[in-house]
């Protein structure tokens, strides 16, 4: 589907909006920016408030027979069980913001067939062993990804209109890391990080999975980035790709999250160059190589708070900040309506 089209008259019109209003022009930073943004997207001069619909994707990894990880690969189960249940972090989030939070079963190795509120679209049991061979078949990246753009056609059915991806995937951050360093021509050195916590010796074996997974990778030859997602990927990652790409295919905007939304940012520019037009950058995760992802797409991240969590925590940690920015462009009073001197002619 192609990328939809932003609304420039709308943005022009928040602009001059912006300049009216009760203070100095620019004085409210990155918030001014961030209305004007949504105004553009939403193709209204003051944006409505936010909708946010946030959806976890998870899914295992063969690389982790690598030792990559401080957790074994049945830490992704239960930590579906605990999304599902309400006790992990992302799940605490989109109660406070009154976010409806879906939890996608779309690579979990083991059976969550009897899990009540664990969406069931299991493509394969968990990816093989990057360093082996392919992760995935072109078939089930195919497969994945249509599991994202259907969640995202779902939440945007139900009202969204800013869209959450989030991940959940013992070794995905080795997944991510290969991808990133692919797509970004980037240095294993300078992306690979402690994911879950690995000590050194773990952050060896990690750069050495890399740095293998990659030159076994590039000797394919991958055509495009449905390649590259079976090369060096997982099923959750595909799936946050096709959730980004059915957002921007339907105008809806997303906010990215930390180093796997990153991986699959890029994963989904590299199938549909523009669709990052669409995305916005929450915040700035410790994981190495995560701003060099951001700035391969283009993107700044909002806030740092040294967070490394993943699960879509870091963007909807941002969601108060966007409907603040929102709530100030629609709610103050202009220099006219306040009868206060100054404001653009």
Known sequence: MPI???HPEAEQAALAHQAQLTKPPGALGRLEQIAVWLAARQGKAIPDPLKP??????GDHGVCAQGVSVFPSVVTGEMVKNF?????????LARLWNAPLAVVDVGVAGDLSQ????????VAPGSADLTQGPAMSRQQVEAALQVGRAQAQSAIHNGANLLIAGDMGIGNTTASACLICALALADPEDVVGRGTGVDDAGLARKRDAVQRGL????????????????QL?????AAMAGFYLEGAARGVPCLID????????????AIEPGAEIWWLASHASQETGHRLALRALGLDPLVDLQMRLGEGSGAAICLPLLQEAVALHAGMATFAQAGVSGGVA
Do not use: M, Y
């Open 84 to 92: 599902a249940r309400g006790g992990a972090a992302i799940s605490v």
């Open 115 to 122: 899990v009540a509120g664990v969406v069931q679209a299991k």
């Open 215 to 230: 030159a076994r990778a590039k000797a394919t030859q991958p055509a495009d980035g449905i390649d590259w997602l079976a």
């Open 258 to 269: 930390g180093f796997i939304a990153a991986a699959a940012a890029l994963v989904a520019h």
């Open 233 to 237: 990927g997982g099923l959750e990652i």
């Open 53 to 58: 619909a946030i959806t976890v994707f998870a």
């Open 4 to 6: 939809a089209p932003l």
